[in-house]
């Protein structure tokens, strides 16, 4: 069972590049979600899915896109890449929409996609 | 006013003490509340989950939850330099499936 899978972990990019950052997870979880941390920040929600075909903004999603055609896949899509957009990348998902009341129903982390833009 | 406020720290406690995390959230109709710990260069991991008022023990780790002061704590006994790291505080809001995440506080336990 592996989880929750992030490809590449580490990218750099040149400004004005463009790149997917993957994500796959094996538990047949309907919600999936995108944070992006920078150094000594918590994490900022980027976008979010509830079910395959269905995907909504968090708090930062500008210069992002995603997709979700299956319910393992959720890939972010940057575009024109900016300095801005230097950050520890993580995809994390849960079973359903409640956060009560079970410890299997809190999300689950990928290990983290590093990218810096240069 | 953010969201979710931590201290940033660091916070340094001796080996054995008990370390006092702390964090208020602003959303008085949040629901649960979790703390994560995340070690340098990991992703965030789960301590624990509370989402009534009063205290919830596992093992070394107590959460506390005052939803009327909109404050929640992580108290750690025992602390080990193994829990030196970033612990996460984060929020379900009122509305919407979506987690707010503290800025963390850092921990240093010295032996």
């Known amino acids: 069972n592996a989880g929750v899978t992030q490809t590449p972990k580490f990218r750099i990019l040149k400004i004005g590049q463009s790149m997917t950052l993957q994500c796959t997870q094996d538990m047949n979880h309907n919600y999936m979600y995108w944070y992006r941390q920078d150094p000594g920040m918590g994490l900022k929600l980027i976008y979010y899915s509830v079910g395959a075909g269905i995907t909504d903004k968090g708090e930062v999603p500008n210069g992002y896109n995603v997709s979700r055609s299956t319910t393992e896949d959720f890939p972010l899509r940057l575009e024109l890449a900016a300095p801005s957009q230097t950050s520890v990348y993580f995809c994390?998902?849960?079973?359903?929409?409640?956060?009560?009341?079970?410890?299997?129903?809190?999300?689950?982390f990928g290990a983290g996609s590093r990218l810096t833009v240069l | 006013q953010k969201e979710v406020e931590q201290n940033s720290g660091p916070l340094s406690v001796p080996e054995g003490a008990i370390a006092s995390l702390n964090c208020t959230y602003s959303?008085?109709?949040?629901?649960?509340f979790f703390w994560y710990r995340q070690y340098s260069g990991k992703s965030p991991e789960l301590i624990m989950f509370i989402y009534s008022n009063g205290d919830k023990e596992d093992g070394r780790f107590t959460a506390q939850l005052n939803k009327a002061s909109q404050y929640v704590s992580l108290l750690i006994r025992d602390s080990q330099p193994s829990d030196s790291a970033t612990y996460l505080c984060a929020v379900n809001p009122q509305y919407g499936n979506k987690l707010v995440f503290g800025a963390g506080t850092i921990l240093r336990v010295k032996s």
């Open positions: 994390a998902s849960k079973n359903d929409g409640t956060y009560v009341l079970s410890v299997a129903n809190v999300l689950t």
């Open positions: 959303d008085r109709g949040s629901q649960s």
